[in-house]
């Protein structure tokens, strides 16, 4: 079964009146590198901070390996962060070792020795600064995520550089104005990037004309049949778009839900899960998917969970606080 090992759940934060982050859930389960991608100003940097504590949520709770951020002292025992702009430039390494290990209770010694013992050694003496900016550092940064992933460990990485994705991520959630649109395997990603490309570039009557076999593509791609896909680009303005045509099948059925939602109809909820737990179940078999949210309920986060070998479906619909 794959675990969950970091989970923000309804989460939001407001700065007076503006809300930087709207009831944001999603999981990342174990063993993965997780891609964790938006415009600027979308909320990444805000969720990091609440996920290490640096900030409070207004709402919600994020969890580290089942530990409440909020009120286990123990939830970072096993955390590390590496973010983008150093926070003390111009210590040396082993200056910036040490003062973590202090926070942290670990005598000087220990660090110095645990320093001498480990790769990281040659940079002792250069500031965190130079070693963020060298490529050879970078490179080895990457390995060591990898490695850090082949063993097990989970890794949340924000970034809006897409050939750092191409190389390393496993999944994708995509933050928008501070609220979740999607989580996907990277594979998904991709087709979804291609789909959208494809998209913009045909005229609005090729468009329409296309959209169905296009979407029987992209739905291929989404559930495991190869289709190349030579270009990633971002900044695509039909995402939504595509997510809703990933969701549901035709646009009398995306026309319907739509109302159903707006009346608030209980029957077309229940249908509208059960096309989700169905795509789920698909999504599963071909990727092993643990974390799954759909765009027009991005207050639900749904689980896949891997009993005895069975896959199995379960989630939670925050918005109602139910299981199922
Ligand atoms: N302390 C604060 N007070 C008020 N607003 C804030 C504060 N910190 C962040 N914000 C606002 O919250 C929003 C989200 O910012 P955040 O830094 O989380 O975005 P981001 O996705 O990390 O963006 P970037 O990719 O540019 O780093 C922005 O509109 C930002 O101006």
Do not use: W
């Amino acid at each position: 079964m794959s675990e969950k090992v970091i989970e923000i759940k309804q989460v939001s934060k407001r700065y007076g009146d503006k809300t930087v982050l709207n009831n944001v859930s999603f999981a990342v389960r174990k063993g993965t590198i997780h891609g964790f991608i938006g415009p600027n100003g979308a909320g990444k940097t805000t969720t990091l901070s609440i996920l290490t504590r640096l900030v409070l949520p207004t709402y919600g709770e994020a969890y580290i390996e089942s530990k409440s951020v909020n009120h286990d002292p123990r939830f970072n025992e096993r955390l590390g962060f590496i973010p983008a702009e150093p926070k003390f430039p111009n210590l040396t390494v082993e200056k910036y070792l040490l003062d973590v290990g202090y926070l942290r209770d670990i005598p000087s010694e220990v660090v110095l020795r645990k320093l001498a013992g480990s790769p990281l050694s040659q940079f002792r003496s250069q500031n965190c600064h130079s070693l963020s900016t060298d490529p050879s550092f970078r490179q080895d940064l990457f390995n060591n995520l990898k490695n850090i992933r082949d063993k097990g460990g989970t890794i949340l990485m924000s970034t809006h550089i897409l050939s750092d994705l191409q190389k390393l991520a496993d999944d994708i959630t995509m933050i928008r104005r501070g609220r979740i649109v999607y989580t996907v395997p990277f594979v998904a990603y991709k087709a979804l990037m291609k789909f959208a490309t494809d998209q913009e570039q045909r005229t609005a009557e090729e468009r329409r004309e296309s959209e169905e076999e296009s979407f029987q593509k992209a739905v291929g791609v989404f559930f495991g049949n190869e289709i190349d896909v030579p270009n990633i680009t971002s900044g695509v303005k039909s995402k939504v778009k595509i997510m809703e045509l990933l969701h549901l099948k035709n646009r009398e059925d995306l026309r319907k839900e739509k109302k159903n939602r707006e009346e608030g109809n209980s029957e077309g909820r229940g249908k509208e899960m059960g096309t989700m737990k169905k795509m789920g179940k698909q999504a599963f078999d071909s990727f092993n998917v643990v974390g799954f949210s759909f765009p027009f309920t991005a207050n639900n986060v749904f689980f896949f969970q891997q009993t005895n070998g069975e896959p199995t479906f379960s989630g939670q619909d925050y918005t109602q606080g139910k299981t199922f």
